[in-house]
């Protein structure tokens, strides 16, 4: 088993302080900036920041959906979501530049052996950077 990871990354005039509250906010922002792949949303635990569970089904594919269970943890300009149920991890960073900041998310999950996970591996990614790419863009607009 191989680890697959994806990439996204926007800048924004907000302020890294405004973009880490706004990622760190899965009641009222998160969903809002979540986009068409991501169906029943909920927040099960919390709402804001360290200690929120919130769940949720990706529909990365027409045939391939994957139910998240994320448990979140703050630390300092990073929101980390674990999945209860699969090794996939998400990372928000967030970083100054210029006078607003870069927001960066990264997702890893150790990938499936073989024929399967060779292509896992290399049509997993341009999928999900498509859906990270909207949900920041989503976030951009959000921010203002």
């Known amino acids: 088993m191989a680890q697959v990871s994806a990439s996204s990354s926007v800048t924004t005039t907000a302020s890294p302080e405004q973009a880490l509250a706004a990622l760190s906010d899965y009641e009222t922002v998160r969903p809002r900036i979540l986009p068409a792949q991501y169906r029943d949303y909920a927040v099960l ?77 290399t049509f997993a990614p341009i999928g999900l950077r498509k859906i990270q790419e909207a949900t920041l863009a989503n976030l951009v607009r959000e921010l203002g």
Request: net charge neutral; charged share 15%; no cysteine.
């Open 45 to 121: 635990e919390g709402g804001q920041g360290n200690g929120t569970v919130a769940q949720w089904t990706l529909q990365a594919t027409e045939k391939r959906s994957r139910n998240v269970k994320a448990s979140v943890t703050v630390s300092g300009t990073t929101v980390t979501e674990h999945d209860a149920n699969s090794s996939m991890v998400t990372t928000w960073e967030v970083a100054p530049s210029g006078t607003g900041s870069t927001v960066t998310t990264t997702t890893r999950w150790q990938g499936a052996g073989g024929i399967g996970g060779f292509f896992e591996r």
